[in-house]
Structures are given as C-alpha cells and as structure tokens.
C-alpha cells in the first residue's frame, strides 16, 4: 500500500524553524518527484515547494525562497523540508505529494499525504 505521511508540524513562534518530513512506504521515493504544499483557513492550496527525482533539482514558491529548503534521503525514503524565519504567514497544513516529475497544480500528484500542521504565532 502507497502512503505518504507526514510529521514535524508544531507551534512555533515568529523567527523559528520547524523540519517536517515525509515518509514513504509502499513504494521506493528514488524514483519520484516530492512536493509540498499548503493549504490554510480560506485560502487557495499553495505549491511550496519540489524535489526531483533525476538529479535533485529543487524548486521553491517565491514566497519562501531562502527560508526553506528541502532534501531527501533516499536511504531513509525520507524528503524534508527544513522551515526557517517562519512567519505568521506560513500558517497552513503542510502535505507532500509524490509524482514521477513536480507540478505546478497539485491535481498533477498521484499520491498525497495527510497532512501536518504548522502553526506560527507568538
């Protein structure tokens, strides 16, 4: 059975950093694309970012460019996606997705995760 799930959500204050991670069994990550994305109250889901299968091309969404990075370790069939001088903004459910290439639109994503919160407040 495919499943993604993801862990490293919290609450954290303005400034902070938080690493979600997204593990994978029933498949072998190795060979696909992980993305994440977000979705908070009211708002439109939001791509953040993508990894690549093929040579670990990463992609990021401008709004976090430089506070977020994301990696994979393929030996742990594990992507992360380290968060750092989160904001308010930043405030969504976090999920990872898993396809042969990144998207831009998430319907592109054949397997998707349940999802971790992230919270950023003071």
């Known amino acids: 059975q495919v499943q993604l799930v993801e862990s490293g959500g919290g609450l954290v204050h303005p400034g902070g950093s938080l690493r979600l991670s997204c593990a994978a069994s029933?498949?072998?990550?190795?060979?696909?694309?992980i993305g994440w994305f977000r979705q908070a109250p009211g708002k439109e889901r939001e791509g953040v970012s993508c990894i690549s299968s093929s040579d670990g091309s990463t992609y990021y969404a401008d709004s976090v460019k430089g506070r977020f990075t994301i990696s994979r370790d393929n030996a742990k069939n594990t992507v992360y996606l380290q968060m750092n001088s989160l904001k308010p903004e930043d405030t969504a459910v976090y999920y990872c997705t898993a396809d042969r290439h990144c998207h831009v639109r998430g319907s592109d994503y054949d397997y998707w995760g349940q999802g971790t919160q992230v919270t950023v407040s003071s």
């Open positions: 029933g498949f072998t990550l190795d060979y696909y694309a």
